[in-house]
């Protein structure tokens, strides 16, 4: 299973950013997934996840101002980030949970994109 993340980038404080994970390889099902941050000398946290019911959670400090999105048909997620703060500066993973084709479980991730709010 393969992840390839993108939309990462520079914005002002205030301004919106967009990001999407693509996952490809040998999937039957996705159960779960989600987008983490890590910012310099911080632990990565979870920042928001989609179940496979479309359920959907959020970190208190991004909630109301991130959307999380699945679209089951390309096995993309999606996060759009408004309002941005220059603490929402981070590298952004992706992180999937799947069923393969050969009824193994894999917890994948994406390389990582870096997201920067400029005060």
């Known amino acids: 299973v393969q992840l390839q993340a993108s939309g990462g980038g520079l914005v002002h404080a205030g301004g919106f950013l967009r990001l999407s994970c693509a996952a490809s390889?040998?999937?039957?099902?996705?159960?779960?997934m989600g987008w983490y941050r890590q910012a310099p000398g911080k632990e990565r946290e979870l920042v928001a996840s989609?179940?496979?019911?479309?359920?959907?959670d959020y970190a208190d400090s991004v909630r109301a101002r991130y959307t999380i999105s699945r679209d089951n048909a390309k096995r993309s997620v999606y996060l759009q980030m408004n309002s941005l703060k220059p603490e929402d500066t981070a590298v952004y993973y992706c992180?999937?949970?799947?069923?393969?084709?050969?009824?193994?479980?894999?917890?994948?991730w994406g390389q990582g994109t870096q997201v920067t709010v400029s005060s």
């Open positions: 992180n999937v949970r799947v069923m393969s084709t050969g009824w193994t479980t894999f917890n994948a």
């Open positions: 989609v179940g496979s019911g479309d359920s959907t």
């Open positions: 390889g040998a999937i039957f099902s996705i159960y779960f």
